[in-house]
């Protein structure tokens, strides 16, 4: 940078207020009087010469400069028109600092328009811990994956596995880049090395470090996978989308005429495919609640997800009692169970809007980080719905994947019956849930707030599956099915010859002695649960038994892996 003076000044004053100037910008300076060059300075000490910075370093910091701002001025004339941030600046928002970037003069050499080749990559820290990082430069031919972008991201993951560091990956890419150069022969996804190995290295990262994405734009074609094989998915609404082909091809291919939202907005994958775990207003959100969900997450498998200061409740956890009905149909909001039980502020909802029949999603009790998995009773009487079950498996999964104790709040009649929901796959999907519960090694512990019918139980951790404690309260009510579906299976040919009233009270008095069967009391003296104790006190057994269970060991298993997939 140049500063002219305009008059002279001696060598020693020159000096002086070029170091002060260079020191304030954090960039070298020249001091030019009437002319002439008269002092220089720059980081660090001077040398001889009376400079800090030779005219080659000069040239190189230059070039650097120019690939810091990105591409074209049309590149950044369109991110201003979808209303989007230039991606560094979105680098500012998630990281505290960046330590490092690899291959940022990819492409640079052979054209001005790819800086960076669209794609930075490196190590940022984000609250102390090292995280890697890739980011699409979207004023790079709309954030497309060209071949030396290609090979920078499968780079950064070799380090994140090599380092057991988290990946963040800023996602806003139309896919592969397909107007190919001599140097870039277009779209090499096949290659052993190439566009392919970048998933392959996906898939190899997952359960080794959480893998946190943020959909910033539309993803189309092959790259949409990179989103949905993160941990974690967190979408930008208005800008974000993916599917894995565009409206234009869908159309062409299919006759069918859609637009992007419709195809694959926010709305789509935050309530019906379920591929979203959480849509936020805007960028500054996004960065917000990507630096919120890391702080529930150990930087690898073998560590402990971070504690934090303890906090009490939301709400007053004697209270807890008050919340649950005495009849087990009637709805109430799981929410206000959870917020009795979990440190204030603490409950980080996953994917609340799809199939909301269950709720899952990270908190903390006593500053220690926990998965709560709980029946939503205000949804269907909390009965478990194919993709509730899908919901299910894969939270439990991660959360077993990262040592995050899981805590079951089980009040449900069970899975859902009929026609619709066999189609639907309501056995292959509910078996992945009760196979993910069962081979869950984290501490689990189940708490049976109401009812807990047929094999809604096994899925929700009942004593059979592993829980290191099955806990209930005085509403709860354990049985193979429900007193309705009991009464009908057992008497269903008395009850059909009965009309009008004598019918009705047929039906009330077997339920009543249906009901005998349930005692929770007398379940509990035949120890089919490990405790019976008053709701008020639950919060504090909970905060006993994690801190016991700390350091409960895993288990080798005698083969390679199940059979079941998430």
């Not at 701002?69 to 209303?83: F, N, Q, S, V, Y």
């Not at 397909?178 to 996906?202: C, I, K, S, V, W």
């Not at 995050?404 to 849930?433: A, H, N, W």
């Not at 009464?487 to 004598?502: P, R, T």
Request: charged residues 25%; negative net charge.
């Amino acid at each position: 940078m140049e500063i002219d003076v305009g008059e002279e000044i001696d060598g020693e004053t020159a000096r002086a207020l070029a170091t002060a100037v260079s020191e304030h910008l954090g960039r070298s300076v020249e001091l030019v009087a009437d002319g002439e060059r008269v002092a220089d300075a720059g980081e660090g000490d001077w040398n001889e010469a009376g400079t800090v910075m030779t005219d080659r370093e000069q040239r190189l910091r230059d070039d650097i400069e120019g690939v810091l701002t990105g591409g074209p001025e049309r590149g950044h004339g369109k991110i201003a028109d979808l209303g989007k941030l230039f991606v560094r600046d979105r680098l500012e928002m998630v990281f505290d600092r960046i330590e490092y970037e690899d291959g940022t003069f990819a492409r640079h050499s052979d054209d001005d328009d790819l800086a960076a080749d669209g794609l930075l990559t490196g190590i940022g820290l984000i609250d102390g811990r090292r995280v890697a990082f890739t980011a699409n430069d979207y004023t790079v031919k709309a954030g497309s994956l060209g071949q030396d972008g290609v090979e920078k991201v499968i780079r950064i993951e070799e380090r994140a596995m090599e380092l057991d560091i988290p990946m963040l990956r800023l996602i806003d890419s139309t896919g592969a880049r397909l107007d190919a150069t001599e140097r870039d022969p277009g779209d090499t996804h096949m290659g052993r090395y190439h566009g392919g190995r970048m998933f392959y290295n996906q898939c190899r990262l997952s359960g080794q470090v959480p893998q946190i994405g943020v959909l910033y734009g539309p993803d189309i074609a092959g790259s949409a996978y990179t989103p949905v094989f993160c941990d974690f998915l967190i979408m930008v609404e208005g800008i974000s989308g993916m599917a894995i082909a565009s409206p234009r091809i869908v159309a062409a291919m299919t006759g069918e005429e859609v637009d992007m939202q419709s195809l694959g907005g926010p709305e789509v994958h935050a309530t019906r495919s379920g591929s979203a775990d959480l849509v936020v207003p805007d960028e500054q959100a996004a960065a917000e609640t990507a630096r919120d969900l890391l702080s529930y997450l150990p930087q690898n498998y073998t560590e402990k997800p971070p504690e934090s200061t303890p906090v009490p409740p939301l709400k007053n956890p004697k209270g807890l009692d008050g919340v649950i009905p005495e009849a087990p149909n009637e709805a109430y909001d799981v929410h206000d169970s959870i917020d009795r039980l979990v440190d204030r502020e603490s409950f980080f909802e996953l994917k609340p809007r799809f199939a909301p029949e269950l709720v899952t999603g990270l908190a903390r009790i006593d500053g220690r980080p926990v998965g709560i998995v709980a029946n939503q009773p205000n949804r269907i009487s909390g009965a478990i719905f194919p993709d509730s079950a899908d919901k299910g498996a894969g939270f439990v999964w991660t959360c077993d994947a990262f040592n995050i104790p899981l805590i079951y709040l089980c009040d449900t009649p069970g899975f859902m019956i009929g026609s619709q929901v066999e189609r639907e796959g309501v056995l292959r999907k509910g078996r992945k849930f009760i196979y993910a519960t069962a081979n869950a090694q984290v501490p689990k512990f189940c708490v049976i707030t109401r009812k807990a019918y047929g094999a809604g139980i096994y899925a929700m951790c009942g004593p059979a599956f592993g829980a290191d404690a099955t806990l209930a309260l005085p509403s709860a009510e354990i049985s193979v099915m429900g007193p309705d579906a009991a009464v009908h299976a057992l008497f269903g040919e008395q009850i059909a010859e009965l009309d009008g009233e004598a019918r009705e009270q047929f039906v009330e008095s077997a339920k009543e002695e249906f009901e005998n069967y349930v005692d929770i009391e007398a379940q509990a003296s035949n120890m089919e649960v490990d405790e019976l104790l008053p709701a008020g006190d639950l919060r504090d057994q909970l905060r006993a038994r994690l801190a016991t269970f700390a350091t409960k060991r895993r288990d080798e298993r005698p083969r390679h892996h199940g059979t079941v997939l998430f």
